[in-house]
């Protein structure tokens, strides 16, 4: 049974850095992209970064590039976001997620298969 689970979120001031981590089970992240995408207030589910299995590349989407850093530890099976400068627009939910399709493709509009819970960010004065 796929499991993952988000980790890591929390209040945390403008300018500020966050380390989310995401708790990966039954399934191996050898064989698997994975991927980070978050959901704001009112918003639409948007694709944030995306770790290829295939071509063994990190995609990030656009708007996040120089923000965020994506990361992997197969041996213990957990992927990590670390976000640095973030801004109240970043407080959303933010979720760990296995990719439908390709990694490219899932920075742009996120297409997937399992996720977790979520992770709730909130960035605030």
């Known amino acids: 049974q796929v499991q993952l689970v988000e980790s890591g979120g929390g209040l945390v001031q403008p300018g500020g850095s966050l380390r989310l981590s995401c708790a990966a089970s039954g399934f191996s992240l050898d064989n698997s992209a994975i991927g980070w995408l978050r959901q704001a207030p009112g918003k639409e589910r948007e694709g944030l970064s995306c770790i290829s299995n295939t071509d063994g590349r990190t995609y990030y989407a656009d708007s996040m590039k120089g923000r965020i850093t994506m990361s992997r530890d197969n041996a213990k099976n957990m992927v990590y976001l670390q976000m640095n400068d973030l801004s109240p627009e970043d407080t959303a939910v933010y979720y760990c997620?296995?990719?439908?399709?390709?990694?490219?493709?899932?920075?742009?509009?996120?297409?997937?298969?399992?996720w977790g819970q979520g992770t709730h960010v909130f960035v605030s004065a």
């Open positions: 997620a296995t990719p439908e399709g390709r990694c490219r493709e899932f920075v742009i509009d996120p297409d997937f298969g399992s």
